[in-house]
């Protein structure tokens, strides 16, 4: 596509429930970047993903955040039994290869946990 | 830890002034320091970026002044705009990585 598309693009959730944000990078960008917005603060690295693969997951912040990639394309964050302090905007970004230029945001999405 | 600090946290212009957001780094390592241009809504957009072989680097209203010693870089935004509001990022990354480490932004409102 024409630019990173990132979906739902708002979320309201109950606390304790697993919500899914999904990522589709621009076409041929085989590398994929999500990062956490919180508010008042800076970007925060969470998952670097090489094709399919996750040579770097230190930025999770525990083990009910996950992510996977499929396809070289589409890629999925799954956050498990949601906290409120989980609430934030979840970026993702895309590049032509594993860089720290060329990064592409999506809009993405606006997580709220009630 | 917090590797870029920001300042300041907010700024508010007059249309024609200067806009100025300030940075400082920790890490003798990071070698490329971009500025992120973010509207309410939309993903950070790149808006111009240097490398510590230069000390300043201009695009058309935009300059980022950059001081290796001090490990300090800013951005000016000349004849600011109302256009011009938006959130500003600045960030710093190292050699090869393919991470950003950003600073907390400063939210700059440009007054007509």
């Known amino acids: 596509g024409a630019g990173v598309s990132q979906s739902p693009s708002n979320k309201v959730t109950e606390k304790g429930k697993d919500v899914e944000l999904r990522c589709d990078p621009i076409s041929g960008h085989t590398a994929l970047y999500w990062y956490r917005q919180s508010l008042g603060q800076g970007l925060e690295f969470l998952i670097y993903f090489q094709g399919n693969s996750a040579p770097d997951k230190s930025g999770l912040p525990s083990d009910r955040f996950s992510a996977e990639r499929t396809g070289g394309s589409v890629s999925t964050l799954t956050i498990q039994r949601t906290q409120q302090e989980d609430s934030a905007v979840y970026l993702c970004a895309s590049s032509t290869r594993g860089q720290n230029y060329g990064y592409t945001f999506g809009s993405g999405t606006r997580l709220t946990v009630v | 830890q917090q590797q870029v600090k920001q300042s300041p946290q907010s700024l508010i212009v007059q249309k024609g002034g200067i806009s100025i957001i300030n940075c400082a780094y920790e890490?003798?390592?990071?070698?490329?320091f971009p500025w992120y241009q973010q509207f309410p809504g939309k993903g950070p957009a790149l808006l111009i970026a240097i490398r510590p072989d230069v000390s300043e680097k201009k695009e058309g209203r935009f300059t980022i002044s950059f001081n290796k010693s001090a490990k300090q870089f800013s951005l000016h935004i000349m004849d600011s705009q109302p256009g011009d509001s938006a959130t500003y990022f600045c960030?710093?990354?190292?050699?090869?990585?393919?991470?950003?480490?950003f600073g907390s932004g400063t939210r700059l409102l440009v007054r007509p």
């Open positions: 960030a710093a990354s190292k050699g090869s990585s393919y991470k950003l480490i």
């Open positions: 890490n003798t390592a990071f070698d490329y």
